[in-house]
């Protein structure tokens, strides 16, 4: 008998201060913006219509934020996954991009361009190998707890959302970073899940945020 469908709406978190900076999230966190609070609505109202049984959230404070801004008045459970945190960046967590790109200049070309070879030894963060396992855990559990289809929401990270997305459409961890979409923040991407099989209906959809005003 075939399984119901699943449909999963990812939302990367609204834009943040660290965002406007450059500097490094990850596992630490700093505030939505004005842009981003209101981008966050602007997802919402474009996904007013759609019943979720259940939103699943990073637990970090922006991305629980944005959840909150999305789902408004709609009485839908929050749950709280690890599973869907931001790759952990160690210490150069709070650190400006344009800093680490002359201080750690070999290791950071393998984390943009080579995520086989990052190993992390220089920030003793997380590999993409480690965000991988985590993040294909994370979609494993939803779809053990959905099986009776639906529409689930997910609210995560840039590094996260980009890697798990091409994966989900049939990629490789190994080449995300060049052929990969980077997903963009508040952005909506829909993907069906149903008989063991993803099909990536929508990826970055930005359209929603066109009548924003600052």
Do not use: C
């Not at 590999?127 to 529409?151: A, D, H, M, W």
């Amino acid at each position: 008998m075939a399984s119901e469908s699943l449909k999963i709406y990812f939302v990367r978190h609204g834009k943040t201060e660290w965002n406007l900076t450059g500097q490094m999230q990850g596992w630490g966190d700093s505030p939505l913006v004005s842009e981003g609070k209101n981008g966050a609505i602007a997802v919402g109202e474009a996904l007013k219509n759609i019943k979720f049984n259940a939103a699943y959230v990073s637990p970090s404070k922006r991305t629980q934020d944005t959840a909150r801004y999305i789902l408004g008045q709609k009485k839908v459970p929050i749950k709280l996954m690890d599973e869907f945190r931001e790759m952990s960046f160690g210490s150069w967590e709070g650190q400006y991009v344009s800093d680490l790109d002359v201080e750690f200049k070999e290791a950071r070309a393998a984390m943009l361009k080579s995520p086989a070879t990052f190993d992390a030894k220089e920030n003793g963060g997380e590999t993409y190998y480690q965000l991988e396992e985590r993040v294909r855990k994370g979609i494993n559990e939803i779809i053990q707890s959905e099986k009776r289809g639906g529409n689930v929401l997910v609210v995560s990270h840039g590094m996260t959302l980009t890697l798990l997305l091409y994966l989900l459409g049939g990629g490789k961890m190994a080449d995300h970073r060049t052929k990969g979409t980077r997903i963009l923040n508040t952005s909506i991407s829909v993907v069906e899940y149903k008989d063991g099989n993803f099909d990536v209906l929508e990826l970055n959809n930005t359209d929603h945020l066109d009548k924003i005003r600052v």
